[in-house]
Structure formats: C-alpha cells, structure tokens
C-alpha cells in the first residue's frame, strides 16, 4: 500500500465493528437534538437506493447536471483546455465522468474515494471505456490534503467534484474541504464543481421526499445499518422519514422523527425519545450566484464561469486555484 498523508484506515475491534461509525453514533444519539453524519448512509443498501434515487422523477440534480455537462461539453472543454490529469472527488459517476474525459481529452484520470472496493471497481469500468488514458485510483480520505502519485505531478490538474456534495457539508467543513482541494491539486489547478441552487420550496421538498418513498427508505437504511453492524434494537416503525426546508441556512435537511414515545439501545448503550422528536440525518445546502461566489472564495477558489440547466435549476461552476495572497 503506498504511503499517503491522507490515508485514513477503516479502524474495526475484535468483533469488526466499524469504530468511527459507533462513536458517531454513540454521540449523535446522546446529544439534545440527535444526529448522525450523512456519511454514514452509504453503506451497500444505501449506495443502491441514493442510485435510484437519482432515477426518480422529483429528484432532478442528476438530471440537470448530466445536461449541462453534455450541452456545454464545447465551451467548457475549451476553458479548461487540453491534457490536465483529471482528480475526481470520490469514485466517479458512470454517466457524468466519461461526458467530462471525453470532451476534455485530459492525460490521466485520479478518482479518489475513501472506499476501496468501489473505487477499483469504478476505475476498472473507467479504465475498459478510455483505453490509452492511465488510470491511478487513490484509496484517500479527501477532506485531507492527498499526496497524488508521481505520475501526474508535474501534470496541470482538473479537481472534478460533481453532484453538488459540497451541499451536504456545514459552511466551516466546505472551506476546509475546498481548501484541502487546493493543497491537493497545487498552483494553477482548476476545479469543475456543481453546486445546486435555491430554488421554489415545495420542488425542493419533493426531491427529497418522493411519492414513491425511495428516498423515505434511503433515509430508515441509516437505523436499519445501525441495529445490523452497532447491535441495536432500534423499532424502524416507530419513525417517519420528513425533509424539512431550513430558510435561515438555505438546506433542506432530512430528520427520521419518533412516531411515539421509544425507548431503545445501541451498542449497549440506551436511549429514549418522546413523540414528535427527531434524528437529524442530513443538510443538503443550496445556493445562489452570490453564496456560491461567497463559499468558492472563502476555500480558496476564484470563479471563471458558471452554467446552468435550460430550467436553472442547477449550476457547474469552473474555479481556478485563487494565488495565496496577505491583503484583502
Ligand atoms: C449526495 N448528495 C448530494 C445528495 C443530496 O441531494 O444532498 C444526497 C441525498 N439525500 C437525499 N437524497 C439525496
């Protein structure tokens, strides 16, 4: 395994049990109003249902991504220009990511993802659709600076972090993981990024509350993944899935709320909650011109263009390295 700063092993005890995972939970739960790190609904199931998610109809940021990275593809291959080494922040799409190789014929590809299995196998379906394209997947916690492989140091890069998962950080974990992105990709890098935009409230709440429940089962996944790997006895039932909009902060957020007063335990640990209380399980921030202008700046970015869908519902933004200056 090669040596990487930004590394982070999965630590398990005798038993297998995901440390960082119970202790996430064990606090999350304990605290006044509950909450579990959004991270942690990607387990197997989890990945499947966010997949169809994507699919449904209500949910339209895929959509409306994929379509301006394809009806773009001209104007942005041609800011962007020839021969970087595309870094992805995480594991790639199967759609998004060849619309980008193949409008900007980079010199090499980097998916960085913190969970191995996945990104080999994404880098291998990668690797067998570019032929000729070197492909060096890096097995990394990118909320870290990550040392890149030799092989692309000295190659002007491309950060690539589509799907607006900038969202679903608090503004303070966004401008360091935007800065960490800087570290990573060094002076004169690029950063293709999208970010999704406020928008009517009742389209909002539909995208993450589907007629089909998908998202409803997406969210109860989180509970159902904590009785299997934490020992808990959690009753699934007893809580509903609600996406609530939270104007101060432009989020929608997704809260798993007790039906009734329970009682139940995790890990050993017990815990109780009144009717009408709730788990929150995830922020998903939307923006505008100005707050995205604002979040891209405070992390070290300067904005050079920015797209939108025919409906504008969704924005791409393309970034460039901000120099390292002292004065305002
Ligand atoms: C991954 N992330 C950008 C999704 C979002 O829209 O915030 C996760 C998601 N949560 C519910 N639906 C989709």
Redesign the pocket.
Known sequence: MPSNPGLRLVERDASGVDLAFRSDVLLGLSQIQKAVPARWFYDDAGSRL?ED?TQLPE?Y?TRAETEILSSRSAEIADLIGRGRAVVEFGSGSSVKTPLLLSAIAPSAYVPLDIAGDFLRASSAALAAKFPGLPVHPVEADFMRRVELPGDVADLPKLGFFP???I??MIAGTATDLLRSMRATLGEGALLLIGM?QVKDEGVLLAA?DDAEGV?AQ?NLNLLARINRELEGDIPLAAFAHEARWNDAFARIE?HLVAREDIAFSVGGARFAMHAGESIHT?N?HKFTKRSAQLLLAAGGWEPRARWTDEARQFAVYLAEAAPVRSAP
């Open positions: 966010f998610i949910y940021l799907g607006s998962t969202g679903n999704d993450y998202t997406f997704m995830e998903s």
